[in-house]
Nanobody, 125 residues
Framework: QVQLVESGGGLVQAGGSLRLSCVAPGRIFKGYAMGWFRQAPGKEREFVAV???????YYADSVQGRFTISRDNAKNTVYLQMNTLKPEDTANYYCASGRGDPLATMSSDGEYDYWGLGTQVTISS
């Protein structure tokens, strides 16, 4: 079973920071776009950010300027640095990988082939 493994979640106060990590098997990391999604209780899963193999990035409007996605291709790892966290950022955060169309935004979960089990992020007010 191919699996991506997320880590770094936790409980922090509003205004704080967290850094999420996701390690993937090499065969679904090299050449793949890596995305982060999140799902809050009672809500649908939503796109957060994506980084392509080229290094190009794209963010949801709700996190633009606060979150930064990056990847270390030598470690098969993608990161999500989250700053100025808000209570509405509380969710389970999922890492995903997908080949994707080069022209696609990769902002839809249907564009991804592999998923992790998630890491919980809770922001207290």
């Amino acid at each position: 079973q191919v699996q991506l493994v997320e880590s770094g979640g936790g409980l922090v106060q509003a205004g704080g920071s967290l850094r999420l990590s996701c390690v993937a098997p090499g065969r679904i990391f090299k050449g793949y776009a890596m995305g982060w999604f999140r799902q809050a209780p009672g809500k649908e899963r939503e796109f957060v950010a994506v980084i392509r193999w080229s290094g190009d990035t794209y963010y949801a409007d709700s996190v633009q300027g606060r979150f930064t996605i990056s990847r270390d291709n030598a470690k098969n790892t993608v990161y999500l640095q989250m700053n100025t966290l808000k209570p509405e950022d509380t969710a389970n955060y999922y890492c995903a990988s997908g080949r994707g169309d080069p022209l696609a935004t990769m902002s839809s979960d249907g564009e991804y082939d592999y998923w992790g089990l998630g890491t919980q992020v809770t922001i207290s007010s």
